[in-house]
């Protein structure tokens, strides 16, 4: 079983950059993609974008110029940043691994860390 | 509004089945998979249905999926109190330059 595990602070400050890692506990982070979605207070869930081994990152258009993503695979580790927050990005944040494969409209979102609720306030 | 259409939500009393709907159109469903989550307040979201129809290792055969053009459902037979959760539907969406579009939740409530 795989195991994921976000971490960043809980409250970020509106306009500033919100940033995210995430751990996870797979030997190797190559052939899957790594992805990022958030469940925010009362809405449903959002795709922010998905990033494999190499880098090749997909972003959620609706978002894409405010998000970044980025791996490391010899830490076994994968960040977010989201910038110019809003009130609107509050909202409890999961890193979620894919099923295997290389085609990213072929997979499922397999596994799910537990999630960090991330708080934009002044 | 998402982009996937589910109901609010479903009841039902023990040993029930109910059926959540997922309805999409040509770009997202029609032409992709399907995918089901269920989500509980400070649990990790769990994979319950993927690729239309199939069922992970440890998913109780209770649960089943299916798809038939634009819509697919997930069907809860033997409900039981521990299925009170909210419900998701997932999938790719070829439009743009793809995206994964998800529906809006159903909360199961077991009466």
């Known amino acids: 079983q795989v195991q994921l595990q976000e971490s960043g602070p809980g409250e970020v400050k509106p306009s500033e950059t919100l940033s995210l890692t995430c751990s996870v506990s797979d030997d190797s982070m190559r052939g899957t993609f790594w992805n990022w979605l958030r469940q925010s207070q009362g809405k449903g869930l959002e795709w922010l974008g998905s990033i494999n081994h190499r880098g090749t990152t997909n972003y959620n258009p609706s978002l894409k110029s405010r998000v970044t993503m980025s791996i490391d695979t010899s830490k076994k580790e994968f960040s977010l940043s989201l910038s110019s927050v809003t009130a609107a990005d509050t909202a409890v944040y999961y890193c979620?691994?894919?099923?295997?494969?290389?085609?990213?409209?072929?997979?499922?979102?397999?596994?799910w860390g537990q999630g960090i609720q991330v708080t934009v306030s002044s | 509004q998402s982009v996937l259409t589910q109901p609010p939500s479903v009841s039902g009393t023990p040993g029930q089945k109910i059926t959540i709907s997922c309805s999409g159109d040509s770009s997202n469903i029609r032409s992709n998979s399907v995918h089901w989550y269920q989500l509980i307040a400070g649990e990790a979201p769990r994979l319950l249905i993927h690729d239309d129809d199939q069922r992970p290792s440890g998913v109780p055969d209770r649960f089943s999926g299916s798809k038939s053009g634009t819509s697919a459902s997930l069907a809860i037979s033997g409900l039981r109190s521990e299925d009170e959760a909210d419900y998701y539907c997932v999938s790719w969406d070829d439009a743009l330059s793809g995206l994964w579009v998800f529906g809006g939740g159903t909360k199961v409530t077991v009466l």
């Open positions: 979620v691994r894919g099923s295997v494969g290389v085609l990213i409209r072929l997979q499922h979102f397999q596994y």
